[in-house]
T-cell receptor, first 111, second 111 residues
Framework: NAGVTQTPKFRILKIGQSMTLQCTQD?????MYWYRQDPGMGLKLIYY???????DKGEVPNGYNVSRSTTEDFPLRLELAAPSQTSVYFC??????????FGPGTRLTVL | RKEVEQDPGPFNVPEGATVAFNCTYS??????FFWYRQDCRKEPKLLMS???SGNEDGRFTAQLNRASQYISLLIRDSKLSDSATYLC????????????FGTGTRLKVLA
């Protein structure tokens, strides 16, 4: 099992550009999550999904969109990137309320 | 009051020392509890789950006190490799899928 994989590992965007952060898990987990972590801060939930076709907002959803067409994939879309979206983005998955498994993260800088 | 609170540290301890962290949570209906470890610029990784009866994994012992609403992590015989940030995580009550992460406690083990 590869676990949770994320691409890209690093990305620099210009203000106003858009991009999609990819997340894939091969553990057949039903729950998937996107978090952001700013330097020296805790994790903040952006969006989550409890199954294919079902998504919902977390604490900080503004500026982001998600979709979940399959159990395995949960891409995060950034529209009109802003400097405030400079952060490390982690995708995670879990089987219901069990422990979450995290991907290695995507480091995004918006200039 | 924050949903999950941790002392941010840093805790600077010599090799071989015993160190303990506490984490308090506000919602008495919380279901499951975990300790995660996060190394600098890496993803969080599960250290151990926390069970009502307490549990031990090698040098690590976790305890849950539901009456006082806190969990603890004890590390014995600290190693240099234990240096990291330790995150307390509380899973949601029924009706929400939001895992609550503490902001973490930094541990530095000194030679």
């Amino acid at each position: 099992n590869a676990g949770v994989t994320q691409t890209p590992k690093f990305r620099i965007l210009k203000i106003g550009q858009s991009m999609t952060l990819q997340c894939t898990q091969d553990m057949n987990h039903n729950y998937m999550y996107w978090y952001r972590q700013d330097p020296g801060m805790g994790l903040k939930l952006i969006y989550y999904s409890v199954g294919a076709g079902i998504t919902d907002k977390g604490e900080v959803p503004n500026g982001y969109n998600v979709s979940r067409s399959t159990t395995e994939d949960f891409p995060l879309r950034l529209e009109l990137a802003a400097p405030s979206q400079t952060s490390v983005y982690f995708c995670a998955s879990s089987y219901q309320y069990n422990e979450q498994f995290f991907g290695p993260g995507t480091r995004l800088t918006v200039l | 009051r924050k949903e999950v609170e941790q002392d941010p540290g840093p805790f600077n301890v010599p090799e071989g020392a015993t160190v303990a962290f506490n984490c308090t949570y506000s919602n008495s209906a919380s279901q499951s509890f975990f300790w995660y470890r996060q190394d600098c610029r890496k993803e969080p990784k599960l250290l151990m789950s926390v069970y009502s009866s307490g549990n031990e994994d090698g040098r690590f012992t976790a305890q849950l006190n539901r009456a006082s609403q806190y969990i603890s992590l004890l590390i014995r015989d600290s190693k240099l490799s234990d240096s990291a940030t330790y995150l307390c995580v509380v899973t949601p009550t029924s009706g929400t899928y939001k895992y609550i992460f503490g902001t973490g406690t930094r541990l530095k083990v000194l030679a």
